[in-house]
């Protein structure tokens, strides 16, 4: 559900939870001016204010913290793909200096390893989920590579060892973007994020002014901050999920470069 509500454009998620979050404190707001006069709250400024900042500098060392971290997962998750794209694109390069029996099959599997990606892989990482098909063709690309006999010269046995390692690195940065795309923060790090954000939000609300609307305008600002802020983390807790996802462009350009090589 939360992938599928991620999925919308991002102003209309952004636009949907600042209507509710904004919703909720002015009603919050008002019941608590219901009860309490504001001229009360204005007594214990001076101490609410002190401990309101602390609980501010503490709230804003975990979210530094959290998208920071977030942050240069979301980059590593980018450059694996990459990296994985790179690894495809040098393996056919490296192929059509091997044995010419060799070279249609590899370029034909290269090719259906990355159409099966494209078309398959991405839908299923958008849930954390592997496709077992781009698998087993790159399984296949192994078994191609393992079939090929000694009867090569010094060039050809070195190209075939370069392209060992390529596609073993190519294996490890596959296997790397499917742990990519399952989320990262743990469930118990969101709930601290949460609590924190309504924390302060239900802080803010204590802070009496004269004006009523003054005060809900000030308070729906702090909720439509703190908004922004969880909805960064969500983006960037999950890379290949929602409206900003990285999408397979690399794969396509290396299709391209393959099908039109000049």
């Not at 909720?24 to 219901?34: H, N």
């Not at 802080?203 to 802020?229: D, E, R, Y």
Request: glycine share 4%; aromatic share 12%.
């Amino acid at each position: 559900m939360l992938n599928s509500f991620l999925e919308l454009p991002v102003f209309l998620v952004f636009l949907i939870t600042v209507i509710i979050g904004t919703g909720f404190s002015f009603l919050a707001l008002m019941l608590i001016r219901r009860h309490f006069d504001w001229e009360s709250f204005k007594e214990n400024h001076e101490v609410g204010g002190f401990l309101f900042n602390a609980l501010g500098l503490i709230y804003a060392a975990l979210i530094a913290f959290v998208v920071f971290a977030t942050w240069e997962e979301y980059n590593d998750s980018l450059e694996n793909f990459e990296m994985e794209a790179n690894m495809l694109q040098g393996l056919y390069l490296l192929s059509k200096g091997l044995p010419e029996e060799y070279q249609p099959v590899l370029k034909s599997e290269i090719l259906a390893y990355i159409e099966d990606v494209k078309n398959n892989d991405w839908p299923l990482l958008d849930q954390g989920m592997e496709n077992p098909s781009s698998g087993e063709r790159l399984l296949k690309i192994w078994k191609i590579y393992e079939s090929m006999d000694e009867q090569m010269d010094e060039k050809q046995y070195i190209l075939l060892q370069e392209s060992l390692y390529r596609l073993n690195d190519l294996t490890d940065y596959r296997r790397l973007r499917i742990l990519s795309s399952q989320e990262l923060i743990p469930a118990m790090m969101w709930t601290v994020l949460l609590v924190g954000a309504l924390t302060s939000i239900g802080f803010s609300l204590f802070f009496g002014t004269k004006s009523f609307l003054l005060q809900a305008a000030m308070t729906s600002l702090f909720v439509i901050t703190n908004i922004l802020i969880i909805l960064l983390i969500l983006n960037l807790d999950n890379p290949f999920s929602g409206d900003v996802k990285i999408q397979p462009d690399a794969f396509r350009d290396i299709v391209k470069f393959i099908e039109n090589p000049e």
